[in-house]
């Protein structure tokens, strides 16, 4: 048995303990089967239920604390001192941690499954006990992620850190669950409808089962890829863009294929979203110590491949990636007026009013403002004095691209739009002088404490 | 399971140019050094020096800018887990699982570091015998007292019999009765045949089982030297004083051994010696018969305290 696992279960699994757990959710269920009516069928939601609250809250809390408590408690880098690989660390410390957490949630699982089960229902109530356990994972990996990535940043994680797990991991619960009603709540059995993907349709339950799958794999890739820096496995930076490829092939699969005579431009415009989406998780979740930069500079400078792999910030990835999809969008649709962009811009734009723009200067633009946002980004976390700089960031970038664009919509010209985010419509050189006018004062501040920080002997 | 002896050509480590930074300092500076098998290497340095990042770095914990670090032939930030088979590390804050037995401590850690089933039993209870626990081995980690936990965190760290054991500020928070007891224990572990690397503050203790000095500070190697006297393999240095100045003192030890003397004056002196305690026991024998009058005799120190004040005072960071 994995030893991490088997550590795991002496601590989580005492007689006692294993003993409590069924009479304690024997009583409320034969509660709720008294109250209501005596009906096997409210049983079975109310175990349901019970399996979603015990996963999401305290799942996601004993996932969060995995890991957590191992450093609060000085173990861990013991723990890093053997000879357990990634992959065993991972899945002994996920499942062993959670195991008291899946006795009691299988228990409900089981009663929701099974609890008065005809043989017209086995695949459906399958499927249904599938869909649950796919939610539980990934809401649990999510916690078991987060607090393995903030042991990346050089500030200390401590409890702030656990409790953004925990609130990360029901967040990502709730929205994959159908039956905790999250955004993909239209693909419930009530409502059989198909998905479209990829020119093929499909049962909506089974899509929503398929897609929980791979959102729980890749967490728990996720999970694994970053056990691998933590364990200083050394490793290519492979695992990012395989995340950034399989999400956009999804997504892609709602838009394609196209249509006969239909230009790729939507297409298009979908992958540079989302690569941009992809671009700004990358850039403040992933670590972005000053230290690790300067190192992987020199790694290149130096032509050390091997440690340049594993230095290379992921979100550099991102940014070339949505670098060349941006201007490969703008180039397949010079014309900045299209029906995409008036639809992208709807709420900034009276589309009888506005003339000209060039959808090549709008990409520029839109890589000047990923660039500031970067340089942005980066000046927070090499700060020794901001305690939480990618909260700080995104509230900053929340700001910028929120509440400033209202704000000018009232008081400024349409082109004043240019220096908060990029703009399509109008003169290509205010488009590009926009950002430019914010990228060169961060740009200056970054260099000054990028200098500031080099490091010195004695 | 016992796999201490092991090739024994060239250094057991070996560090070259590692170079590790903290934000606005470099912590590590091209360091280099090697590290000869059966040794107990003194870790010494001010606070900062660069001490605990340097073993952590060795330890394959963190990833150095640049450089390279090799253990019993493994490149340990290539093959990291292979690595921890071949050493042992304690940290200077540990933890316990505080819940579990002794022994399901040490099971544990056995398992961890990939002892078979077949050989397991065997290293507990070697380890536990080793730091003096066996005793404790159905009691559980929160219940034993500084020293104890201690004891097992050690055993915990050499279960595997690892060639290569560091320890960072091992005695800190032990009382004068337990830190004796310890400096026992590595002496003991180097007689099995491990290399040891200790840092700690407390030179006095250091000096009692250590065979070489390694002086870190900002970042650089200072000093890294075998210590006087208590080489292995080597003449032992004695210290001897008379109760008043006798001339016949010169006389007496140049007879015993003219290339040994490394310092004589009035009523002190240092000088080598050839052999074990059988070998001192017989020139305290013949210094009496001579009627020299001795106040004092023994084995000096290793010069660890003497030699770090030294660099202290000829300023180590200048």
Same mark, same amino acid.
């Given at each position: 048995?994995?030893?991490?696992?088997?550590?795991?279960?002496w601590? !989580?699994?005492?007689?006692?303990?294993?003993?409590?757990?069924?009479i304690?959710?024997?009583?409320?269920?034969?509660l709720?089967?008294?109250i209501?009516?005596r009906?096997?069928d409210?049983?079975?939601?109310a175990?349901?239920?019970?399996?979603?609250?015990?996963?999401?809250?305290?799942?996601?809390?004993?996932?969060?604390?995995?890991?957590?408590?191992?450093?609060?408690?000085?173990?861990?880098?013991?723990?890093?001192?053997?000879?357990?690989?990634?992959?065993s660390?991972?899945?002994?410390?996920?499942?062993?941690?959670?195991?008291?957490?899946?006795?009691?949630?299988?228990?409900?699982?089981?009663?929701?499954?099974l609890a008065?089960?005809e043989?017209?229902?086995?695949?459906?109530?399958?499927?249904?006990?599938?869909?649950?356990?796919?939610v539980g994972?990934?809401?649990?990996?999510?916690s078991?992620?987060?607090?393995?990535?903030?042991?990346?940043?050089?500030?200390?994680?401590?409890?702030?850190?656990?409790?953004?797990?925990q609130?990360?991991?029901v967040?990502?619960?709730?929205? %994959?669950?159908?039956?905790?009603?999250?955004?993909?709540?239209?693909?419930?059995?009530?409502?059989?409808?198909?998905?479209?993907?990829?020119? !093929?349709?499909?049962?909506?339950?089974?899509?929503?089962?398929?897609?929980q799958a791979?959102?729980?794999?890749?967490l728990?890739?996720g999970?694994?890829r970053?056990?691998?820096?933590?364990?200083?496995?050394?490793?290519w930076?492979?695992?990012?863009?395989?995340?950034?490829?399989?999400?956009?092939?999804?997504? @892609?699969?709602?838009?394609?294929?196209?249509?006969r005579?239909?230009?790729?431009?939507?297409?298009?415009?979908?992958?540079?979203?989302?690569?941009?989406?992809?671009?700004?998780?990358? @850039?403040?979740?992933?670590?972005?110590?000053?230290?690790?930069?300067?190192?992987?500079l020199?790694a290149?400078?130096?032509?050390d491949?091997?440690?340049?792999?594993?230095?290379?910030?992921?979100?550099?990835?991102?940014?070339?990636?949505?670098?060349?999809l941006?201007v490969?969008? %703008?180039?397949?649709?010079?014309?900045?007026?299209?029906? !995409?962009?008036?639809?992208?811009?709807?709420?900034f734009?009276?589309?009888?009013?506005?003339?000209?723009?060039?959808?090549?200067?709008?990409?520029?633009?839109?890589?000047?403002?990923?660039?500031?946002?970067?340089?942005?980004?980066?000046?927070?976390?090499?700060?020794?004095?901001?305690?939480?700089?990618?909260?700080?960031? %995104?509230?900053? @970038?929340?700001?910028?691209?929120?509440?400033?664009?209202m704000?000018?919509?009232?008081?400024?010209?349409?082109?004043?739009?240019?220096?908060?985010?990029?703009?399509?419509?109008?003169?290509?050189?205010?488009?590009?002088?926009?950002?430019?006018?914010t990228?060169?004062?961060?740009?200056?501040?970054?260099?000054?404490?990028?200098?500031?920080?080099?490091?010195?002997?004695? | 399971?016992?796999d201490?002896?092991?090739?024994a050509?060239?250094?057991?480590?070996t560090?070259?140019?590692?170079?590790?930074?903290?934000?606005?300092?470099?912590?590590?500076?091209?360091?280099?050094?090697?590290?000869?098998?059966? *040794?107990i290497?003194?870790?010494?340095?001010?606070?900062?020096?660069?001490?605990?990042?340097?073993?952590n770095?060795?330890?394959?914990?963190?990833?150095?800018?640049?450089?390279?670090?090799?253990?019993?032939?493994i490149?340990v930030?290539?093959?990291?887990r292979?690595?921890?088979?071949?050493?042992?590390?304690?940290?200077?804050?540990?933890?316990?699982?505080?819940?579990?037995?002794?022994?399901?401590?040490?099971?544990?850690?056995?398992?961890?570091?990939?002892?078979?089933?077949?050989?397991?039993?065997?290293?507990?209870?070697?380890a536990?015998?080793?730091?003096?626990?066996?005793?404790?081995?159905?009691?559980?980690?929160g219940?034993l007292?500084?020293?104890?936990?201690?004891?097992l965190a050690?055993?915990?760290t050499?279960?595997?019999?690892?060639?290569?054991?560091?320890?960072?500020?091992?005695?800190?928070?032990?009382?004068?009765?337990?830190?004796?007891?310890?400096s026992a224990?590595?002496?003991?572990?180097?007689?099995?045949?491990?290399?040891?690397?200790?840092?700690s503050?407390?030179?006095?203790?250091?000096?009692?089982?250590?065979?070489?000095?390694?002086?870190?500070?900002?970042?650089?190697?200072?000093?890294?030297r075998?210590?006087?006297?208590?080489?292995?393999?080597?003449?032992?240095?004695?210290?001897?004083?008379?109760?008043?100045?006798?001339?016949?003192?010169?006389?007496?030890?140049?007879e015993?051994?003219?290339?040994?003397?490394?310092?004589?004056?009035?009523?002190?002196?240092r000088?080598?010696?050839?052999?074990?305690?059988?070998?001192?026991?017989?020139?305290?024998?013949?210094?009496?018969?001579?009627?020299?009058?001795v106040?004092?005799?023994?084995?000096?120190?290793?010069?660890?305290?003497?030699?770090?004040?030294?660099?202290?005072?000829?300023?180590? *960071?200048?």
């Amino acid at each position: 048995m994995n030893p991490e696992l088997r550590r795991n279960l002496w601590i !989580e699994l005492t007689p006692s303990r294993l003993l409590i757990v069924p009479i304690l959710l024997t009583i409320v269920l034969l509660l709720v089967w008294y109250i209501a009516g005596r009906s096997v069928d409210e049983v079975r939601f109310a175990a349901r239920y019970i399996f979603l609250a015990l996963v999401l809250l305290w799942g996601t809390r004993r996932a969060a604390n995995a890991l957590a408590d191992e450093i609060t408690g000085g173990t861990w880098d013991a723990q890093r001192m053997t000879a357990l690989g990634p992959w065993s660390m991972s899945w002994g410390k996920f499942v062993g941690g959670t195991a008291y957490v899946w006795y009691a949630s299988l228990i409900c699982l089981a009663v929701a499954t099974l609890a008065g089960i005809e043989p017209a229902e086995v695949m459906e109530r399958l499927r249904l006990a599938l869909e649950l356990l796919f939610v539980g994972m990934a809401a649990m990996l999510t916690s078991f992620l987060v607090v393995l990535l903030h042991l990346r940043r050089p500030r200390d994680p401590g409890r702030r850190a656990s409790f953004m797990a925990q609130a990360a991991g029901v967040a990502v619960g709730l929205l %994959a669950s159908s039956t905790a009603g999250g955004f993909l709540d239209e693909f419930t059995v009530d409502h059989p409808y198909t998905v479209l993907w990829y020119g !093929e349709r499909i049962a909506e339950p089974m899509f929503l089962l398929a897609t929980q799958a791979a959102l729980a794999l890749w967490l728990g890739f996720g999970v694994y890829r970053a056990m691998c820096g933590e364990l200083q496995k050394p490793t290519w930076p492979w695992g990012w863009p395989a995340v950034s490829a399989f999400v956009l092939a999804y997504l @892609l699969g709602f838009l394609l294929p196209l249509e006969r005579g239909e230009s790729p431009s939507m297409a298009l415009m979908g992958a540079a979203i989302v690569s941009v989406a992809l671009f700004y998780a990358a @850039l403040l979740c992933d670590g972005k110590d000053g230290i690790r930069l300067r190192w992987f500079l020199r790694a290149i400078a130096g032509g050390d491949i091997g440690r340049a792999a594993r230095l290379f910030p992921s979100w550099l990835f991102s940014f070339v990636l949505a670098a060349v999809l941006i201007v490969v969008w %703008a180039m397949s649709s010079p014309d900045a007026q299209t029906y !995409e962009m008036f639809d992208l811009y709807d709420d900034f734009t009276d589309r009888d009013s506005i003339g000209g723009g060039s959808l090549l200067a709008w990409s520029v633009a839109a890589i000047l403002f990923m660039l500031r946002d970067t340089a942005l980004v980066l000046w927070l976390n090499m700060s020794p004095k901001t305690r939480s700089p990618d909260v700080a960031a %995104a509230i900053l @970038l929340a700001v910028n691209y929120g509440i400033l664009p209202m704000l000018l919509s009232f008081v400024a010209p349409d082109e004043a739009y240019a220096i908060v985010m990029p703009w399509p419509f109008g003169h290509p050189a205010i488009a590009i002088a926009g950002p430019l006018a914010t990228l060169l004062p961060i740009a200056y501040l970054l260099w000054r404490r990028w200098r500031s920080l080099a490091p010195h002997s004695g | 399971m016992s796999d201490i002896a092991h090739d024994a050509v060239g250094p057991l480590v070996t560090v070259e140019n590692l170079v590790f930074d903290y934000p606005g300092r470099r912590a590590l500076a091209d360091v280099s050094l090697t590290i000869e098998r059966g *040794t107990i290497t003194a870790l010494v340095g001010p606070n900062g020096a660069g001490k605990t990042t340097l073993l952590n770095c060795i330890a394959a914990l963190a990833l150095p800018a640049a450089g390279h670090v090799i253990v019993d032939g493994i490149d340990v930030h290539a093959a990291p887990r292979r690595a921890h088979q071949r050493m042992g590390y304690l940290a200077d804050f540990f933890g316990l699982y505080r819940e579990l037995t002794v022994r399901r401590c040490l099971d544990y850690r056995a398992r961890a570091l990939g002892i078979d089933s077949t050989h397991r039993a065997a290293a507990i209870e070697r380890a536990a015998a080793r730091m003096g626990i066996v005793d404790r081995l159905n009691d559980r980690a929160g219940t034993l007292s500084r020293g104890l936990r201690q004891r097992l965190a050690i055993a915990q760290t050499i279960i595997h019999e690892p060639p290569f054991v560091m320890l960072d500020e091992p005695a800190s928070g032990l009382d004068p009765a337990a830190r004796v007891s310890l400096s026992a224990v590595f002496r003991e572990l180097r007689d099995a045949g491990m290399t040891l690397v200790v840092s700690s503050h407390i030179l006095a203790e250091l000096e009692d089982y250590s065979t070489h000095m390694l002086v870190i500070d900002n970042g650089r190697v200072v000093e890294h030297r075998a210590l006087t006297g208590t080489d292995v393999g080597q003449r032992r240095l004695l210290h001897i004083r008379l109760v008043a100045p006798d001339a016949r003192l010169d006389a007496i030890v140049a007879e015993i051994d003219p290339n040994g003397i490394v310092e004589l004056a009035g009523l002190e002196a240092r000088f080598g010696i050839e052999g074990g305690p059988a070998e001192e026991a017989a020139l305290l024998r013949r210094l009496i018969e001579a009627g020299l009058a001795v106040a004092a005799f023994g084995p000096v120190s290793g010069g660890l305290q003497d030699a770090y004040l030294a660099l202290l005072r000829e300023g180590m *960071t200048a």
